[in-house]
């Protein structure tokens, strides 16, 4: 819990809907922490860009002046030590503006009415134990082959591509054993949102009891 309300965790595969799921939490009253748009905004740093340019060259930034994350992404799969110690750069800062970020959400910053409960989008949520710091994890479980073809189109990314990702990765198997809740995604997105409402009414139902 955080200032009294539930944290619900996000877990799935790559390309599984995650965000789609997260959106219909917020749609719910849920305030969402998005750990790709935090990591996004770290490495707009001028010391962490420094820091990585010392590391691993010129290449890390592409001729637009941004982060090149193909070219780090090639680096940390295929370097166990080279991906731990971009994480141990990264993972501090990202976990700072999340808990600065649903302190000021729980505050009802801006005039808005605070969330119902906090929603944590993180890819390596299990890898990085964070699922220890939820109330409750939910799984998306989606069908590999919807995964390839949703990589394929927004990523440009091939099968092969997709597995090296996911083996650097818990077995998707452990990570919807271990959760709390399983949302099926079939590209139905009316089924997702009657599944996020009912799995979001048990959670709160949960916490009022444990409360």
């Known amino acids: ?73 090639s680096k940390i799969f295929a370097d166990l030590a080279e991906r731990r110690r971009l994480e141990g750069l990264i993972h501090p800062r990202v976990n700072a503006e999340r808990v600065k970020e649903m302190m000021s959400a729980a505050g009802g910053a801006g005039g808005k009415k605070p969330p119902v409960a906090f929603v944590w989008d993180t890819p390596l949520l299990f890898e990085t134990s964070l699922n220890l710091q939820c109330d409750a994890v939910v799984f998306v479980d989606t069908p590999v082959e919807l995964r390839r073809r949703r990589v394929r189109e927004t990523r440009g990314w091939t099968e092969s591509e997709l597995a090296a990702r996911e083996k650097s990765q818990w077995p998707l198997d452990r990570k919807r054993e271990i959760s709390d809740y399983v949302i099926r995604n079939t590209a139905d997105a009316g089924s997702i949102r009657v599944q996020v409402k009912d799995v979001l009414s048990r959670i709160l139902a949960k916490c009022e009891q444990r409360a």
């Open 1 to 73: 819990m955080f200032a009294g309300r539930p944290v619900i965790g996000i877990a799935g595969g790559i390309g599984s809907g995650k965000s789609f799921v997260a959106a219909a939490f917020a749609q719910l009253g849920c305030h969402v922490i998005d750990s790709d748009r935090q990591v996004t905004l770290a490495y707009r740093d001028p010391a962490l860009r420094e820091r990585l340019r010392t590391w691993w060259g010129d290449q890390v930034i592409d001729a637009d002046g941004e982060i090149n994350r193909s070219f780090i992404a």
